[in-house]
Structures are given as C-alpha cells and as structure tokens.
C-alpha cells in the first residue's frame, strides 16, 4: 500500500470517531482568575481573564483569549489573542493544547523623585500553551487550569529582549452553548 493510502486511512481511522462522537456545545464562554509572572518587573499580576471557544470539530476550533491583570504597584499586563486549539473529547474531561496570536500591553507606573511617569508599548505576542476543562454536568463546567507561555516580541523597554517569556496561570468558570 502507497503512502498516500495509509495516511487517508490513518485519518479516516482517527477523525471519524471523533464526528460521530460529537455532542450538541459548540461554543464555550471562559471567566475567571488570571495570574501572571512578569520577569520584566520581577511582579506577580493578579486579575481576570475571559475566553471564547467554537468548535469546528470535537477535536478542532478556534479561540479568542484576553487577559487584563495588575500588580501591587498598580503596573498592568494585559493579553490580546486569537487562534486556533486542538482538543481530546472525553466523557467529563477536556484537555486542550493551543498557540494563539496577538498582543501584549505592559503599563508601567513609576515616579522618581516628585515626577510622576508612566509608560505604556503594546507589541505583538504569542500564546502557547494548554488547559483542562472538566464538564459540571448541563451546560456548566470548571477550567481547572490553563498555563500558557507568552512569548514576546521586542520592546522600547529594552529587558524584553533577555526575557521573552513569562508564564499566565488561569482558572475559572465554563458555559457552552
């Protein structure tokens, strides 16, 4: 058998399965904590994050992720993206791996002496990473964790650059449609 064939056949085997086993929620709402280690300010940010998912396929579908968080000397740090996410259907659990793209925006408040400053660059971003949904029963459910690694492009702030990286932590309430 050529290639070709056990590669369509390979598919069918796979993705067949998954169409039949499919169930009636097709998009899902997200809202909850969001946590954030910014390496940049060496802070910890503490807010919300809200998501939406639809579902293509029960092992496919594209995402929208915002996150909006603060830190205790009132910076702020907040995640704009879109992409795609890939799935695995199970009877209650739901594990997810996506990369979404988009942007960043870091505010910096800071003062030196008597002169208030603050500071302000969005840049573009991607978010990889992955989650755990567990279904509540009805159209409820609970994102046990989502961890992503926002990877950065580079700034005016200039630190960036040695730290393109940071990690989000979220976790909150599910609904589907």
């Known amino acids: 058998m050529s290639?070709?064939?056990?590669?369509c056949l390979a598919?069918?085997?796979?993705?067949?399965?998954?169409?039949?086993?499919?169930?009636?929620?097709?998009?899902?709402?997200?809202?909850?904590y969001?946590?954030?280690n910014l390496r940049l300010t060496q802070n910890y940010f503490h807010g919300f994050g809200l998501g939406v998912r639809y579902d293509l396929h029960p092992?496919?579908?594209?995402?929208?992720?915002?996150?909006?968080?603060?830190?205790?000397?009132d910076d702020t740090f907040r995640t704009?993206?879109?992409?795609?996410?890939?799935?695995?259907?199970?009877?209650?659990?739901?594990?997810?791996?996506h990369v979404l793209l988009g942007a960043r925006n870091l505010t910096v408040r800071?003062?030196?002496?008597?002169?208030k400053f603050v500071e302000s660059e969005t840049a573009l971003s991607v978010l990889t990473g992955g989650g755990?949904?567990?279904d509540g029963g009805g159209r409820f459910g609970w994102r046990a964790v989502q961890a992503d690694f926002?990877?950065?492009?580079?700034?005016?702030?200039?630190?960036?650059?040695?730290?393109?990286?940071?990690?989000?932590?979220?976790?909150g309430i599910i609904l589907r449609f």
């Open 3 to 7: 290639t070709k064939r056990w590669v």
């Open 132 to 134: 755990l949904d567990i």
């Open 11 to 32: 598919f069918v085997v796979l993705a067949v399965p998954g169409m039949v086993a499919a169930d009636d929620s097709k998009a899902t709402v997200f809202g909850g």
């Open 110 to 115: 800071y003062q030196v002496r008597t002169n």
């Open 150 to 171: 926002v990877y950065h492009d580079e700034t005016e702030f200039g630190e960036f650059a040695r730290h393109p990286w940071d990690l989000k932590l979220s976790t």
């Open 59 to 73: 092992n496919f579908g594209v995402a929208a992720d915002f996150s909006n968080t603060y830190s205790g000397e």
């Open 34 to 36: 969001s946590f954030c």
């Open 80 to 97: 704009f993206h879109a992409g795609p996410v890939l799935m695995v259907q199970t009877n209650r659990i739901k594990p997810f791996l």
